[in-house]
């Protein structure tokens, strides 16, 4: 027994980053060192996943939840935020000017136009969040940002409630995978207690920023009559860049790369029980 307990007491610990890569787990330990890099090589090596343990770094753990959440929380936060604006704007465009222009105040063309959005959000959340799967978290999150924002852009040039109905579904079926992706990506990243915390402040920041929705609105509907534009093609045009400039952001900067099966970098200690 105390040979066995100095045995134990003197087997060094390997320590190993791994980039994870595959979508299936691994299988065996074989699978798990051929997908990354040891830094420290221990004579004996556990032949199982079942032998590997975990020693608690409560400094590295902080350290390292502290630069996910300043890369991971306030972008998505701020994509949250404008697709809420972008999808509950209508209401705005309606009295600074929309109505009139395209005669929307006539039958039931405003309701048809809310309803537009919903149909395919409602429809398309579950093919989504299959297809986040194959696309990857990053590349979906950006991507649906982007054309959603363009989809903005190009309503500040729609002469017809038509078109504002008929793009208004096309910007739903994008938003329809957008909170999705978010849950997933967070859920990627922290524990069952931690994710907790995090989604509610990623969702507070969006709620904050949908506060001032109405004030953005009117800051850009003084902008009414410049370049013969009327203030609610303005407000279309605006917000729709912001969301694309978003879009480009998150796509560049270090949280696009965020996503736990394509970049994320795991510690494992291996210990021989």
């Known amino acids: 027994m105390a040979s066995d307990t100095t045995h134990h007491s003197n087997i060094s610990r390997e320590v190993f980053y791994m980039k994870a890569v595959d979508k299936k787990p691994p299988r065996d330990l074989d699978e798990i060192l051929g ?3 040891m830094v ?6 556990p032949s ?3 032998e590997l343990s975990y020693i608690p770094d409560p ?5 390292t939840l502290r630069k996910v959440d300043i890369n991971l929380i306030p972008i998505l936060g701020a ?3 404008f697709a809420l604006i972008d999808r509950t704007n209508l209401g705005f465009l309606y009295i600074s000017g929309m109505a009139k222009e395209l005669n929307m105040d006539i039958g039931e063309r405003y309701s048809i136009s809310v309803m537009a959005f919903f149909v395919p959000y409602i429809i398309l959340e579950i093919p989504s969040n299959i297809a986040i799967r194959f696309v990857g978290t990053s590349r979906w999150l950006s991507s649906i940002a982007l054309l959603w924002g363009l989809t903005m852009v190009s309503m500040s040039y729609i002469d017809t409630w038509q078109g504002i109905a008929g793009t208004r579904a096309l910007m739903g079926a994008l938003e329809a995978g957008f909170f ?3 849950a997933y990506l967070v859920s990627c990243w922290y524990t069952r207690r931690e994710m907790q915390l995090r989604l509610a402040c990623f969702y507070l920041m969006s709620v904050l920023a949908g506060g001032f929705a109405s004030i953005l609105a009117y800051g850009l509907y003084t902008l009414d009559g410049k370049a013969g534009r ?3 093609r303005w407000i279309l045009f605006v917000e729709g860049l912001i969301t694309v400039g978003l879009a480009v952001v998150a796509y560049l900067c270090k949280s696009s790369n965020l996503e736990c099966k394509c970049c994320a970098y795991f510690v494992i200690v291996i210990a021989d029980l």
């Open 35 to 37: 997908r990354g890099e």
């Open 180 to 182: 999705p992706a978010c």
């Open 79 to 81: 994509l949250y935020s």
């Open 48 to 50: 199982s996943v079942e």
């Open 59 to 63: 400094v590295l753990e902080k350290r």
């Open 230 to 232: 009327s203030g609610w």
């Open 40 to 45: 420290e090589r221990h004579q004996a090596q």
